[in-house]
Each structure stands twice: as structure tokens, then as C-alpha cells.
């Protein structure tokens, strides 16, 4: 349960967002859930916020604030920004061979973690389908760069995931249909007793994976299952910041010739030189100028 904030204000009570579902919220709070509105036009609630919430009449109340957060994960393209989670801990990014994975996805997902500060676990999902064996060995490669990789398979036995997410608030992140749903189900067999209560707050009468919910895994625990995403616009990182968002430049960063350097033609590059010589994955350097480029396309 959400712990009383010093900044609550008179007459209202600290909640947890659970789910987000349009202008609607579901809030918990040590009374229960409750089905809230925000105050005025604010939009930027987002499932995982601890919020500070007024009854309005019973079951029903107003978020009036939202406490200061210790990450948020969001995605902007050019034209909205679209929050995914607030105070996540962790992030998870399913991917499964069927239907096909985009490795442009998952770099997305990597380089969005990176610069949230979030750190970033892979997932490959249905280990129990033949096409697994070949995209597992192409995520070697990720493991390498020090992410850390899970294989399983949901529908046969989830259990891998859960030491991992053990005291932590993570959120499932990936396209649609690599299983995020599946894994939340198999992790936690009251989720759809437990989807029913909040869909009853919201008055919508059935369950929708179109938003995300938070689930309590355990009194220290907390997964957070996001719509299955078709584009991850990475607008809201400043083009200067994208080579930082590759741990693997790291080490080469501040030795080329130009301390301007955007590690893409330019003479001396540092970057460039690792890539030709096998240090950098070529294909992570291509993947950094595609979004450098999709950055200026966009001006
Ligand atoms: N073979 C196999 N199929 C799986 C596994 N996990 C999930 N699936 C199937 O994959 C399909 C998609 O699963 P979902 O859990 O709905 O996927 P999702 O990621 O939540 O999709 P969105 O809600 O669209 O984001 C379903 O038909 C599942 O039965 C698995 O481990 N093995
Ligand atoms: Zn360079």
C-alpha cells in the first residue's frame, strides 16, 4: 500500500495508480479503489504515479497531484509524447521469434532504458516454439553489451522471471503479442480475478489490455504490463545524448578527432574505428545514425 506523503495536502489521501484507462484512473488506496478523474485538464497521470487523490462520492474521486517520481518511462514521435510508466525500477523488454521480432524495437526499448536511467532486462519469450533457437543466438549479441537475458517459455513455466523481479517495480515493454499478458497471468493466477475489480472501478464492464495495469506480485513487488507498442518514437532524447544511450561507445566517447564528433562520416572517429575493427556491433552503429537521421528528417 502506498505509504502516506508529507505533501499531502488537507482532505486528501495518497494512492497508487493502477490503471489508466483514457481519461480515467484507478487509484489504490488504503480504502480501496478508487475511480478517479484528474483535476482540470491534466493529462499526465501515468500507471505506477503515487498521486494524492480527494474522495468525490463514494468509489469515485480526483487526483489532485502528483508526487515527485523516481523515473518515467515515455516514448515521443513527432507529434505527442506517450507516457508508458512511472517509479518502474526495471524494464522488461518481451521478445518472441513468432511473430517476427523487430530488432529495431528492442534497440529502441535499450536505448529508451538507457536514457530513463532504468536498467534493462531481455526477455525471450516462447523458448518452446523451433524458431527460438536462432533469435536467441542473434540476442547474444545484447548479452554481450551486459544486458542480461531470460528464456523461457510463459505458457510452460515463468518461474525464471520471478527471482528477478523480486522487490522490484518492472514494467513489461514489447510488441504486440510476444506474451506480456501470458507472463503476467502465469506469474500471478488471481490477475484476471484481480483485472475483474478493476474494470468493475472503471465501469467498463470487461477487461482491455489496450492500457497498462499495475499488478502486485507481492507486499514488495509490483509488475506493470504496457499495450503491445507498433512504434517507439525516441524524440524526447537530445540528439547529443544518443551515443551515450550505447554502452558499448562508451568507452570510445571523447576519442575522436572532432570533439564535436556525430560518429557518422567524419574523419578520425573513434566510433567508426571500433565498428571497422569488430569492437562495435556495425549493425548498432547503423541503428545510431538511423535514429540520428530520423532526428533531422523530423526538423
Ligand atoms: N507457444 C507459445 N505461445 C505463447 C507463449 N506465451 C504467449 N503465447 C501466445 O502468444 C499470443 C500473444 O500472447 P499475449 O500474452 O496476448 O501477448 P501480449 O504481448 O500481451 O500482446 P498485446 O496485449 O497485444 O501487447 C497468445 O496466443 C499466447 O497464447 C509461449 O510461451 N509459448
Ligand atoms: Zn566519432
Redesign the pocket.
Known sequence: MAKQSSASQAGTQTGLVIQSFGRRYSVETEGGILSCVTRGKKTDVVCGDQVQVRISSPGEGVIEDIDPRHSLLYRQDEWRIKSIAANVSQIIV?T?A?PACHEAMLNRCLVASEAAGIPCILLL?????PESAALQQRLGRYEQLGYRLVV?????DAQPLRALLQGQTSV?V??????????V?ALLPEASARTGDISTALNSGKHT?TYATLYHLDAQSRLI????MQVFGLHQIEARQLAECFPEFRPHLGQCRFNNCWHRVEPGCAIAAAAENGEIDAARLAFYRELLAERESSR
Open positions: 518481451v518472441a513468432v519469450n516462447k523458448a518452446d516454439l523461457l517459455s510463459a505458457k510452460q513489461l514489447g510488441q504486440s503479442g510476444m506474451g506480456k499478458s501470458t507472463l497471468n489490455t504490463d504496457s499495450p503491445g
